[in-house]
């Protein structure tokens, strides 16, 4: 009998380039999806037809090895069989689809391993909870083949939502189960996660071991406002992308305890305003903006939106407004200036659909 299993893509409304600092982050999971659909083979190949890419992976399950970097199909059945959670001698046959676009700040790759994680476990008959996902998937993409980004992805993907993240410990607390007003913009331009990311988080580094601290939060933004650049010691960039860290870290905490206030006194003006700073911080001071995300969201706040940032890793894909009431007239005007839109609704993480 076939399984089907679909997951979402995600959005990040604050604390973008936090995860990977062992930051707290809001993030929520989105109405785009990525579905699978396979049943157990009567062999020992794995065998995953990807039309969206035209691919197809074929693979043996007994002694994997990776073929190539991010090769996250057989780091997953890796992963799981070392886990003990599906055997070493056993395939399948899949057929993975999606409408989340690849390359665009939406996680296309993390819902890749979120939902074959749970599809591998179901059709084995060992079903993780959310958060056994979220460790697993996070060790397949990340840790197998020692990428700098961090586990919120895969968190906010397995258990659906909008949450507080947090990951020292790791902790996953429900903030929000829906969030009206959000328009997704993507600006089509591709853009190179990984990169950015080594970037960014190498640069942190370099700025906290010139403060001589281990964490972005034992410092305060006092602490860093007046610090200028030393040649030999600390480089301009990496002192921003310490500013960045310290601000977007304030400004996270400001917009949790906003966003735990019932909807009635909740203030949607305060929430865009914060959004709007986050943007700022990783426009002028990481740099991860482009000219044409800044006019998209220069376009949405003329058309009503309250906040916008870009989210996921920047430097091109996509970013976000919040618009409540306005969802319309936002996505007209970014689709005026060259992108693609879809008002956004929060949903449910990862999830077997009943195909009865």
């Keep these: 009998m076939d399984l089907t299993i679909k ?31 396979g049943r157990k083979a009567n062999s020992t190949k794995f065998n995953i037809d990807l039309p969206d890419i035209q691919d197809r992976q074929v693979f043996s399950a007994i002694n994997v090895t990776y073929q190539s970097s991010r090769d996250y199909l057989r780091s997953g059945v890796k992963v799981l069989q070392e886990n003990g959670i599906i055997p070493d001698d056993e395939g399948a046959s899949a057929r993975i689809t999606s409408d ?6 939406l996680s296309s790759s993390s819902a890749l391993c979120v939902i ?27 840790l197998e083949f020692n990428e700098p980004g961090g586990m919120q992805d895969h968190m906010v993907i397995a258990h659906g939502y909008i949450n507080f993240e947090e990951f020292d410990p790791i902790k996953c607390t429900p903030l929000l189960s829906r969030f009206p007003g959000i328009v997704i913009g993507n600006s089509l331009e591709r853009k190179d996660t990984l990169t950015t990311l080594a970037t960014i988080k190498n640069g942190v580094k370099r700025g906290l071991k010139y403060m001589g601290v281990s964490k972005v939060r034992e410092l305060t933004i006092e602490d860093v406002k007046e610090i200028k650049p030393v040649e030999g010691l600390l480089d301009e960039f990496s002192l921003n992308a310490l500013i960045a860290a310290v601000m977007n870290f304030e400004i996270t905490k400001k917009a949790h305890s906003e966003l735990k206030k019932p909807s009635n006194v909740r203030d949607e003006k305060y929430i865009g305003y914060l959004m709007n700073q986050h943007h700022t911080s990783l426009r002028d001071y990481i740099r991860i903006s482009t000219p044409k995300i800044d006019k998209m969201i220069e376009a949405a706040l003329k058309a009503g939106a309250l906040g916008c940032k870009i989210t996921g890793s920047g430097n091109g894909g996509c970013m976000i407004a919040f618009c409540p ?4 007239s936002v996505s007209r005007a970014l689709q005026q200036v060259g992108a693609q839109t879809h008002i956004a609704q929060v949903v449910s993480g990862v999830s077997k659909v009943n195909t009865n």
């Design 325 to 328: 009431g306005h969802e319309e």
């Design 100 to 105: 989340i676009p690849m390359q665009a700040g």
């Design 7 to 37: 997951a979402p893509g995600r959005i990040v409304l604050f604390g973008e380039h936090q995860d990977y600092l062992g930051l707290p982050v809001i993030p929520a999971a989105v109405d785009l999806y990525m579905t699978i659909k």
């Design 116 to 142: 074959w994680i749970s599809f591998l476990a179901e059709l084995f008959n060992n079903p993780l909870t959310p958060m056994e996902i979220t460790k697993f998937a996070h060790r397949a993409e990340v």
